[in-house]
């Protein structure tokens, strides 16, 4: 605490960067007491809420109006955070105390440890504007490694299962393949939505203890229009093209897609002679791959798909497909010298890339083999020299446009 008198004649105390002023000394000094007194009191407060009779709180009024369904994810946020810390005061919250909590979700999906770690930062920002606690322990809390998001592309069987297997999740699932709509808005739309070029989506899905509930798309992009693809035109344009329903003609409920999924996938395995698995958000992935390997602009591809931003669709349209690296390679073979008719091997596959290799019994590497071998050798050698540091004895190791003949079934 640093006291001087200024040249106005006036004495001025400062206490953690906030400064007391009196004409005289005691006066600087009674100002600065007052206001540690008031400081001990609303720290005192503090003491006695905490993050368990708090963070509940907190949730059901600041984040009243979300859905059901996003709600209740962030319910399990919070009870985790109160599981783990519950018992310390707002006030006495540590950084390190919001890691322990962070911690519990190494190895999930990058996109859970985001909703967490922003969640803990919004309430603790909250209870920091609110006086019970000086700072936000959570704002630099380090989120732990994650997994990135685990969708995949279809693969040429797949697509092929799905156009051709009868079922009555068919259509829907086309719809989802090559439209791109999400299951919600897949599942609310009505023959009148579709005509001869354009899916018009208008309305999604949610489920709200098993019943439908008719909403708005998930985004304010979400209400688009999406141009129907050949593939599409003609699973719609079929004499028995039926949108999934319940049999009394309703939006489906939870249980019941979940039914209808499962009986469609042992249709797929079926007809395949062994067992596939696919998530109904593959199909839109798999769509998305799609735009951006026929090269479609990112921006357009973001209105067909009902993005509202960039970050969901770079994620893809980051991606490296092996149809992207066989483009690549096919524009670099007839982009480089001496190339034309085939370059100096006149078009005509070289024995190293032959079935058998310029040395005899290795296979041709696929495209995307080609691509990631380079990295091997260094990876290898990284993993060869490289030591554990843990539990080595000198660490404390510590736990831790067709006509459209459409109905619904």
Not at 137 to 155: D, E, F, N, V
Not at 375 to 399: V, Y
Request: proline residues 5%; contains cysteine.
């Amino acid at each position: 605490m640093a006291k001087k008198r200024r040249a106005d004649g006036r004495y001025v105390l400062r206490y953690h960067g906030k400064y007391f002023y009196g004409k005289t000394q005691r006066e600087a000094q009674d100002k600065l007491d007052a206001f540690k007194r008031a400081e001990a009191d609303g720290l005192r407060a503090a003491s006695r809420q905490t993050v368990a009779s708090y963070a509940p709180q907190w949730l059901s009024v600041h984040k009243a109006n979300v859905s059901d369904r996003t709600y209740n994810a962030y319910a399990v946020h919070i009870d985790r955070l109160v599981d783990t810390i519950g018992g310390i005061p707002l006030a006495a919250v540590t950084e390190t105390d919001v890691q322990r909590v962070l911690n519990l979700y190494a190895g999930k999906s990058q996109s859970l440890i985001h909703t967490a770690r922003m969640l803990m930062i919004d309430c603790f920002e909250t209870a920091v504007r609110e006086g019970y606690c000086r700072t936000n322990p959570a704002r630099y809390a380090t989120p732990p490694r994650g997994t990135a998001g685990s969708h995949r592309t279809l693969t040429d069987e797949e697509r092929q299962l799905i156009e051709t297997t009868p079922h009555r999740m068919r259509l829907t699932a086309m719809i989802m393949l090559y439209a791109g709509l999400r299951r919600g808005e897949a599942l609310a739309i009505e023959p009148e939505d579709i005509d001869g070029s354009m899916i018009h989506v208008r309305r999604s899905v949610r489920w709200d203890s098993n019943a439908p509930i008719l909403t708005d798309p998930k985004t304010e992009a979400g209400t688009r229009d999406v141009p129907i693809l050949p593939q599409l035109r003609s699973a719609l344009s079929e004499p028995d093209a039926a949108l999934f329903r319940t049999r009394s003609g309703g939006f489906s409920t939870q249980i019941a897609f979940k039914r209808g999924w499962e009986s469609y996938l042992l249709a797929l395995s079926k007809a395949a002679g062994h067992p596939v698995k696919i998530r109904p958000h593959d199909l839109r992935h798999s769509y998305c791959t799609m735009l951006r390997d026929a090269g479609v602009d990112m921006h357009l591809a973001m209105q067909w798909l009902g993005h509202a931003d960039e970050k969901m669709i770079l994620r893809v349209y980051d991606h490296i497909t092996d149809a992207r690296i066989s483009s690549a390679l096919a524009k670099l073979s007839a982009a480089a010298p001496g190339s034309a008719n085939g370059g100096q091997t006149g078009g005509q596959t070289t024995p190293a890339a032959s079935s058998g290799g310029q040395f005899g019994g290795q296979p041709a590497e696929t495209p995307r083999q080609a691509y990631e071998s380079k990295g091997r050798g260094f990876e290898s050698r990284q993993a060869h020299h490289s030591k554990p540091l843990r539990n080595q004895g000198f660490l404390l190791a510590l736990p831790r446009s067709g006509a459209v003949n459409i109905a619904t079934k």
